[in-house]
């Protein structure tokens, strides 16, 4: 079988699904969790260090990926949206399945997106360049950044932070709503819908929009789908995007306001793929390398009738610094419902993520009753996880 290359922060999300798809896989990120090791046939670490990707290593890593026999090329998760130009010009890397830079740039271009918007009448959260002077109704945001940590409230922008602001960074005004994302496929001016899951965000620190999870597919009123639908098949026909995106919107009662789009694979993916594993039994990775490499996009889903199974997930965070001892990884490694298992010994800081939680139930209802549980259980795991590692003991010497 072929090599395909998945990176980001975290690459795990990806090696599971080009796993269902029966591909052989090399996994490049930050973390090297257990369940991504496990996968993928090489790993390589482009971290930096301080849970930032280095960009020197990970090309280097990518042009050794390059020597693969029969590597398709590589797919992006959450966290190179800064290197996108990079990875787009630098000679010697893989091919990108997915969006190139330039066409990332249709939809992640504040200023270029944002008047598409205008110009298809898709409502959207006002925008300024400039700080606005009712500062405590703003937010700013960087077009490169991902999860929620881009996010920060613009009254607490300090005067030398403004003058560090780049062309990536705007302010966009405060709105009601919850969040939710569509997923789509597209592919040559298309798209696919594969379907909606409401966003969670929490607090960490002094931010307050980090990403702490997601749940779906979930239902929605004919007449908003009908709404978000006709927004992102407007959109892909005005743009280049291809293969797996999502966008970000907020709902309140009866009004939409598009976000962001996504021009990557999104978490929101392992959803469907275990709520409804009939429908996408090679994984939704294999739709979004058809739809970039050949481009066909996916038979419309059977998602007009409710699916069999709802599936949330839950990104947990250290209340504290800890060590993941051999129990608890290995106990986080035995259980099904644990994702992104950090490996023995691994030092995790309070406010990092440990692990992410991955519940599948009959309803709605019942699924955020077991994450909620899962979540707790893992929190009691993190209590009681006092073995230090010998390895960490000796660095401490």
Not at 26 to 36: H, K, N, P, Q, S
Request: aromatic content about 6%; hydrophobic content about 45%; proline content about 6%.
């Amino acid at each position: 079988m072929p090599f395909v290359a998945v990176v980001g922060l975290s690459a795990r999300m990806l090696a599971e699904s080009a796993t269902r798809a029966g591909l052989n896989i090399v996994a490049l990120d930050l973390f090297g969790d257990r369940d991504t090791q496990r996968d993928a046939q090489h790993w390589f670490d482009i971290g930096d260090g301080a849970l930032s990707v280095d960009p020197d290593r990970l090309v280097a890593a990518l042009q050794r990926a390059a020597r693969l026999p029969n590597l398709l090329g590589f797919v992006t998760a959450s966290g190179l949206e800064g290197l996108a130009t990079r990875l787009s010009n630098t000679p010697g890397l893989p091919r990108i399945i997915g969006n190139t830079a330039d066409e990332a740039a249709a939809v992640r271009n504040p200023e270029r997106f944002f008047a598409m918007l205008d110009t298809m009448g898709i409502a959207h959260p006002e925008i300024a360049r400039a700080m606005p002077d009712d500062s405590a109704q703003w937010l700013i945001k960087d077009a490169n950044g991902c999860g929620g940590t881009h996010i920060v409230a613009a009254n607490v922008i300090s005067g030398a932070a403004m003058s560090a602001t780049t062309q990536s960074t705007y302010f966009q005004r405060v709105c009601a709503g919850q969040p939710f994302s569509a997923l789509f496929v597209a592919a040559r001016r298309e798209a696919c819908v594969i379907g909606f899951a409401e966003q969670h965000v929490t607090s960490v620190g002094t931010l307050r929009y980090v990403h702490s999870g997601s749940l779906g597919p979930v239902d929605l009123p004919a007449h908003i789908v009908d709404q978000v639908e006709t927004s992102i098949h407007a959109i892909v026909a005005c743009t280049p995007l291809s293969g797996l995106n999502s966008l970000d919107f907020l709902l309140d009662g009866d009004t939409v306001r598009v976000l962001e789009i996504n021009a990557r694979p999104s978490a929101t993916m392992a959803l469907y793929e275990a709520a409804s594993p009939r429908t996408w039994p090679r994984g939704l990775l294999d739709c979004h390398i058809d739809a970039c490499l050949n481009g066909r996009l996916p038979r419309e889903p059977s998602s007009r009738l409710p699916p069999r199974w709802r599936a949330a997930q839950k990104v947990i965070y250290a209340p504290h610094a800890f060590v993941a001892s051999a129990r608890f990884s290995q106990t986080c490694f035995d259980d099904p419902a644990c994702r992104d298992i950090p490996q023995s010994g691994t030092l995790i800081e309070a406010g990092q993520p440990v692990c992410t939680a991955v519940v599948i139930a009959s309803t709605i209802a019942a699924a955020r009753d077991a994450l909620g549980a899962q979540h707790a259980r893992i929190l009691q795991r993190i209590a009681t996880c006092h073995e230090l590692s010998h390895d960490f003991i000796a660095l401490s010497n």
